[in-house]
Each structure stands twice: as C-alpha cells, then as structure tokens.
C-alpha cells in the first residue's frame, strides 16, 4: 500500500454506503458506528472499499501492535495452517501450547512458579481469573473500579463499570462485587487535590469499605487496570497501584491485573504493571497478544491452578493457529523492542499532544503512556464538563481527512496506533487529530 493518507471520495463513498446499509439489516446491534468500510490493511494502513487510504491510530482496539498483517505472524498462521488448525487444546497436547505459555511466565512479572489458561477472549481471559481466585481463595467477593472494563459476559461484566449501557437489562449478574471509585485524578470523585491527597481513593478500600460492611475476609481479589482502557485512557498515580498491593497483601486478598488492553508493550514497557513496580498474582492479556487472531491468557501463580480436572475448560481456547500467531507476534515485539519504540514514540506524540492543549481549549487534558494516550475534550478547561458531541464531531472530521480514531470515556479521543507506525504517518495523524479539534473548539 502507498504512503497514505488518501481520501479520493469522501467516506462513505458510494461502495461504503451499500455495504453499511446491507450489513445494517444482517448484524446484530453492537457498538458498530463508523462509516469505514475495510477492504484491506497493511502495517499502519488502512484501505476502505472505495479506495481511500486511512492513517491508523486505532490499531482494531489496541490489538495491532506489530501492525495489522504482520509478515512475520503471517508466515506462523501459514506454517500452522499446513499443520493442523483444531485439536481440542484443552483435551488434547500438542507442541504449541506450553511453548507460548512457557514464554508468557517468562516475560510477565513475578519472580515465581507460573501457569497460562487459554481462552479466545478478553472477557475469557478475566472470567478465568475470577473463577482461580475464587476457587483458591475460598472467598466469595471481589472488588473492582469506576470507569473499568472487563469485559461483557456475565461474570465479567459484573466487574465492569464504564457505561450504564453495558448493564442495562442484565441484572443480575455475578453477586458480590464492590465498586469503587479509580484515580482518575483529573477528575477526582472525592474532588481532592492528586498533590495532597495521599491516594485516598486507594485507602478508601481499607478504611471505608472494609470498616463498613465488606469483611476483608470474604474478598477473593482487587481487580484492576493498570491503565484505564474504555474508561478514558486513565493513568493512575504510581502510589495508587502500589497501594492496592499493600492492602491485598495484607488481607490475604488476590491482585489480579488486566492487561489486556495495556499489555504487550502499548504503554512503552512490555506490561503496564511495570510502571507501577507492582507484581500481581494473576494477570489477563488478549487483544494484542495474537495480532489480531482471537486469543486470551490468564496468567496466574502456579500455586493458584484449578484443583481438579474439569473446574474449567474450553473447546477453542489455545487455538494452534491463534498460538502460532502469539508465539511470533511476542518474539516480534521483543526481538523489535517495541515496547521502546512505543515509549519513544509516545514521548513525542504526548508533547505535541500537550503543546495543542495548551492553545485549544476545548482539550482538558492530555495523558498516557507510551502509545496509549487519551485527549480529553471539554466544553473549556475551566468548567471541564464533558463534550462527547464535540468529540463524536472530530472523530468523524477527522476520518473525513484520513485518520481513523475511536473514541473511549465520556469524552476521550484514544491515540493507540500500531506500534510499527511509520513516524511520518504518526506526524500526519497527529497533525489531522490537531486540526480536527480546531474545527470544534
Ligand atoms: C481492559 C480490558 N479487559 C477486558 C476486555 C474485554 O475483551 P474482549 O472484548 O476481547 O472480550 C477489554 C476490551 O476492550 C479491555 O479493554
């Protein structure tokens, strides 16, 4: 594909329009919202079926971070293709499996006996997790954030806290969960000061909950996104991460960190929990971690396995085509040192990011590591009220011109392109999303 972008008609185009109208009639109702109709992807490319070339600042959700079509995991799925494609992963060995979840206990953090579970999902990934903490624990509760996601099956979703939407008409879900509010310092829930406030938001577990009516006891896990991905891109204070530690160290309660959308080098180290120097007991990763083919891990202390053959099992997870695709997409990245590449780029993205905001102001704030960065769009930075019409306005601008974005929070605009981005095209986005924002300000 040539250097992009290129918008030749103005999307939708013509092409675009009849497929958006077709598939309106045929697919269930999801988030699906875009007027992008893909016809092909390469590296930090993406084509639509009218022949307009997008700038990709999406990545399919933070999942294509060595790029989409990888030629170096497209010759893996290839090889494996001529193999064998199903063989009941979780009935049945065979020599993928333990190589990609030797090397996932090898990379992830923790000094200690690890074991990997494969699903095909982020949700599976945590469903998982929920299940090995509570059959370890014996412990009935868990506890988990405002403005968090899990994930959308049913004990998953239980966790999750981002939109009412995700919610609405499924109650009840999974019992004894405790929501409680995350640092999302920008907007403080209890309105302090992030300079003096000590993490109370983290406190607030221990000597609110705990004093109140949650027996610490009875809590199986803290459950916990480094990063806040669907809740807008939120970066906690290191203390706030660290904190949680203390207190499920104390109480004998699990940590267990959610890097699915975080992980495998997004935020400019391989995991996001390493800004943090926390060290959780079990760990989800999907998204990026197939490049793009569906995949989830649940990586957990050894001594927290399931106890008996049959506590959990799966008829796809640890599929030989989305593992050859894992087992080459991680040696990319680490062979590549993405995750540096990722910081670095980051590094200069945040700056020009913070240099608009200082001049636009309709953008509140402006945070992140690595490649996931949020640009949060207000109404004016002194009242800081939310602006999702305008922010739905920028996104759809900037698609005009040849960005492909997707929003995230109330108000956010997610900066997450695939780490492999071309700097030149990491420019040129930045430049559209700029000028976009200008539009509406
Ligand atoms: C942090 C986090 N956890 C879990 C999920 C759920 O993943 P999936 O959509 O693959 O089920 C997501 C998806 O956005 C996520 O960002």
Same mark, same amino acid.
């Given at each position: 594909?040539?250097?992009?972008?290129?918008?030749?008609?103005?999307?939708?185009?013509?092409?675009?329009?009849?497929?958006?109208?077709?598939?309106?009639? &045929?697919?269930?109702? $999801?988030?699906?919202?875009?007027?992008?109709?893909?016809?092909?992807?390469?590296?930090?490319?993406?084509?639509?079926?009218?022949?307009?070339?997008?700038?990709?600042?999406?990545?399919?959700?933070?999942?294509?971070?060595?790029? *989409?079509? *990888?030629?170096?995991?497209?010759?893996?799925?290839?090889?494996? @293709?001529?193999?064998?494609?199903?063989?009941?992963?979780?009935?049945?060995?065979?020599?993928?499996? &333990?190589?990609?979840?030797?090397?996932?206990?090898?990379?992830?953090?923790?000094?200690?006996?690890?074991?990997?579970?494969?699903?095909?999902?982020? $949700?599976?990934?945590?469903?998982?997790?929920?299940?090995?903490?509570?059959? #370890?624990?014996?412990?009935?509760? =868990?506890?988990?954030?405002?403005?968090?996601?899990?994930?959308?099956?049913?004990?998953?979703?239980?966790?999750?806290?981002?939109?009412?939407?995700? +919610?609405?008409?499924?109650?009840?879900?999974?019992?004894?969960?405790?929501?409680?509010?995350?640092?999302?310092?920008?907007?403080?829930?209890?309105? =302090?000061?992030?300079?003096?406030?000590?993490?109370?938001? #983290?406190?607030?577990?221990?000597?609110?909950?705990? +004093?109140?009516?949650?027996?610490?006891?009875?809590?199986?896990?803290?459950?916990?996104?480094?990063?806040?991905?669907?809740?807008?891109?939120?970066?906690?204070?290191?203390?706030?991460?660290?904190?949680?530690?203390?207190?499920?160290?104390?109480?004998?309660? =699990?940590?267990?960190?959610?890097?699915?959308?975080?992980?495998?080098?997004?935020?400019?180290? =391989?995991?996001?929990?390493?800004?943090?120097?926390?060290?959780?007991?079990?760990?989800?990763?999907?998204?990026?971690?197939?490049?793009?083919?569906?995949?989830?891990?649940?990586?957990?202390?050894?001594?927290?396995?399931?106890?008996?053959?049959?506590?959990?099992?799966?008829?796809?997870?640890? *599929?030989?085509?989305?593992?050859?695709? #894992? @087992?080459?997409?991680?040696?990319?990245?680490?062979?590549?040192?993405?995750?540096?590449?990722?910081?670095?780029?980051?590094?200069?993205?945040?700056?020009?990011?913070?240099?608009?905001?200082?001049?636009?102001?309709?953008?509140?704030?402006?945070?992140?590591?690595?490649?996931?960065?949020?640009?949060?769009?207000?109404?004016?930075?002194?009242?800081?009220?939310?602006?999702?019409?305008?922010?739905?306005?920028?996104?759809?601008?900037?698609?005009?011109?040849?960005?492909?974005?997707?929003?995230?929070?109330?108000?956010?605009?997610?900066?997450?392109?695939?780490? $492999?981005?071309?700097?030149?095209? @990491?420019?040129?986005?930045?430049?559209?999303?700029?000028?976009?924002?200008?539009?509406?300000?």
């Amino acid at each position: 594909m040539e250097k992009g972008p290129k918008i030749i008609v103005e999307p939708p185009g013509p092409k675009a329009r009849e497929i958006i109208n077709i598939s309106k009639r &045929y697919l269930a109702t $999801t988030t699906r919202d875009f007027p992008l109709v893909i016809a092909k992807m390469e590296n930090d490319l993406i084509e639509d079926v009218d022949g307009n070339i997008y700038i990709d600042f999406a990545a399919g959700i933070a999942v294509a971070n060595v790029g *989409n079509r *990888n030629p170096e995991v497209l010759e893996a799925v290839r090889n494996q @293709l001529e193999k064998f494609i199903h063989s009941a992963p979780h009935d049945f060995y065979d020599d993928i499996q &333990y190589r990609v979840a030797k090397l996932l206990t090898e990379i992830t953090p923790g000094n200690f006996e690890k074991k990997v579970y494969f699903g095909n999902s982020g $949700t599976e990934a945590v469903e998982a997790a929920i299940k090995l903490a509570k059959r #370890a624990t014996k412990r009935p509760r =868990l506890i988990s954030f405002i403005g968090a996601f899990h994930g959308r099956t049913l004990g998953s979703l239980a966790l999750t806290a981002s939109k009412p939407v995700h +919610q609405k008409g499924y109650f009840s879900t999974i019992p004894g969960v405790e929501h409680v509010p995350y640092a999302y310092c920008y907007r403080c829930p209890f309105k =302090l000061d992030p300079a003096s406030c000590d993490v109370w938001c #983290a406190r607030y577990i221990e000597e609110v909950l705990f +004093q109140s009516y949650v027996p610490p006891e009875e809590v199986a896990a803290i459950v916990v996104e480094p990063v806040q991905g669907e809740g807008g891109y939120i970066v906690p204070p290191k203390k706030f991460i660290q904190e949680l530690r203390r207190i499920t160290d104390k109480y004998g309660i =699990l940590l267990i960190v959610d890097e699915i959308q975080s992980g495998l080098g997004r935020t400019g180290k =391989l995991w996001a929990i390493e800004h943090f120097d926390v060290v959780p007991d079990i760990m989800s990763s999907a998204k990026a971690i197939a490049a793009g083919l569906p995949l989830g891990a649940t990586i957990l202390r050894a001594n927290l396995d399931f106890d008996e053959p049959g506590a959990h099992s799966s008829t796809f997870g640890g *599929n030989a085509v989305s593992l050859a695709a #894992a @087992l080459a997409n991680i040696e990319y990245i680490i062979k590549n040192k993405l995750h540096e590449r990722a910081a670095k780029l980051g590094k200069k993205a945040l700056k020009r990011l913070k240099e608009a905001q200082e001049e636009i102001n309709i953008i509140g704030d402006v945070r992140g590591l690595g490649l996931m960065i949020g640009v949060e769009i207000v109404k004016d930075k002194e009242t800081k009220k939310i602006n999702k019409e305008a922010r739905d306005k920028i996104i759809d601008s900037a698609l005009k011109k040849g960005l492909v974005l997707l929003p995230t929070g109330k108000s956010v605009i997610r900066v997450a392109p695939p780490l $492999t981005i071309d700097e030149d095209h @990491l420019e040129k986005g930045l430049d559209i999303l700029i000028k976009a924002i200008k539009e509406f300000s």
